[in-house]
């Protein structure tokens, strides 16, 4: 399972990669759903990892050699880039951008993905309203 699971995941990634190569212009409808449903299951994931592994099990492997410092420097900068994206958006929709960052700087992917969850929500709602 330690190697099926990656392998999978960075296998959807590329699916999901191609698949956003096809669709021009802006997410369909519903699809904050999706990205609520990701940071529920990423969230589910990452508590079972806490329960096994500990509160700071991750941090043994990001100072273990320079690899793991690599994957964390990588995981850094890519969060960095995706909250300096969505911060202006997400300031235009009335979000609360100090909770929003606490929220990422405790969780990762689970606070940035439902950050987008509901910035693609509000979008949605106000289309249609």
Do not use: K
Not at 83 to 99: H, I, N, S, T, V
Request: aromatic share 14%.
């Amino acid at each position: 399972m330690n190697a099926l699971l990656p392998a999978a995941a960075g296998l959807g990634f590329v699916l999901f990669g191609l698949w956003t190569l096809q669709r021009p212009g802006p997410a369909p409808a519903g699809a904050w759903r999706v990205a609520a449903a990701l940071s529920l299951l990423f969230l589910a994931f990452s508590l079972w990892a806490v329960w096994r592994e500990g509160p700071l099990g991750f941090w043994p492997e990001h100072t273990r050699n320079l690899w793991g410092q690599q994957i964390w420097f990588d995981l850094l900068l890519a969060a960095g880039t995706a909250w300096a994206a969505l911060l202006p958006q997400a300031r235009a929709a009335g979000m609360r951008p100090g909770f929003w960052l606490l929220a990422v700087v405790c969780s990762g992917s689970i606070g940035l993905l439902a950050m987008l969850a509901r910035l693609l929500y509000l979008r949605e709602r106000s289309a249609r309203g």
